[in-house]
């Protein structure tokens, strides 16, 4: 029999390592006949909130942003969604970012089709407009080698513009791919992993990870990562940019 007191999850002050099998489920208003995980939010010290959401047949999302925008990014199955009067049907891989003050619709799901979201509170920038609705794809093609390693690639899915408070990136590293520093940092990372396994070096401590897996890390959490077994390792990750590094 399977020891329940066993879990590769693990909390810690500035990083938390969040495996699929702690989940207890939430209710969020407005999102029905689904199941929704909240993987990180403000309450573990984030500035961000991460959502796993499973939709069931006849399941909907349905809501306004006000604060905070949300980046929707579909993992498994298909969805329609409406959004600023513009309704399309999202599969595996596409994504559309809902701006601050917006009014959003997720419905006709496939069965089990999930939906992984980011959630900011959006910083105005003097001079800069804010972002509008945005739909877009995971592509390879779209992904440059990163600092001169034919085994990492990024993919930005938001443009690097200064409108823009928030980034959300997909990083794939082929086999013995791996960072070429280690990271220490003033941006916080929210991320999944979507595919393979890993070793993920965080504050010193290691931890093997895998697809499905989530982490959290906080500011200057000194960070790691090199991909394990046969197949790429593939995660998409949230990141706070374009502001002021002091609030006042």
Not at 86 to 107: H, I, M, S
Not at 221 to 247: H, L
């Amino acid at each position: 029999m399977e020891i329940s007191a066993l879990t590769r999850s693990v909390v810690k002050r500035n990083h938390a390592i969040i495996a699929p099998d702690g989940y207890i489920n939430s209710n969020v208003p407005g999102w029905t006949n689904c199941t929704v995980n909240v993987i990180i939010n403000e309450q573990m010290g984030a500035r961000l909130a991460q959502t796993l959401i499973t939709l069931r047949e006849g399941g909907e999302l349905t809501g306004r942003t006000e604060a905070s925008q949300i980046f929707f990014y579909v993992v498994e199955g298909q969805a329609q969604t409406t959004v600023g009067g513009d309704t399309r049907t999202l599969k595996e891989g596409q994504f559309v970012y809902v701006p601050a003050g917006q009014d959003y619709r997720f419905d006709q799901p496939t069965a089990d089709t999930r939906i992984l979201t980011f959630h900011k509170v959006y910083e105005p920038l003097a001079g800069h407009a804010a972002p509008g609705v945005l739909f877009g794809e995971r592509d390879i093609a779209k992904a440059p080698v990163y600092m001169n390693d034919e085994a990492l690639r990024i993919q930005e899915l938001l443009p690097n513009e200064l409108g823009f408070d928030m980034a959300v990136n997909i990083f794939t590293y082929s086999t013995g791919g791996h960072l070429p520093m280690v990271e220490t940092h003033i941006m916080e990372h929210g991320l999944m992993y979507l595919q393979g396994q890993a070793i993920y070096m965080l504050d010193n401590a290691w931890y093997p990870v895998k697809k499905g897996d989530s982490i959290w890390m906080a500011p200057y959490c000194q960070q790691w990562a090199t991909a394990m077994g046969q197949e790429d390792s593939v995660y998409i990750y949230y990141k706070n940019v374009n502001r002021f590094p002091t609030v006042q």
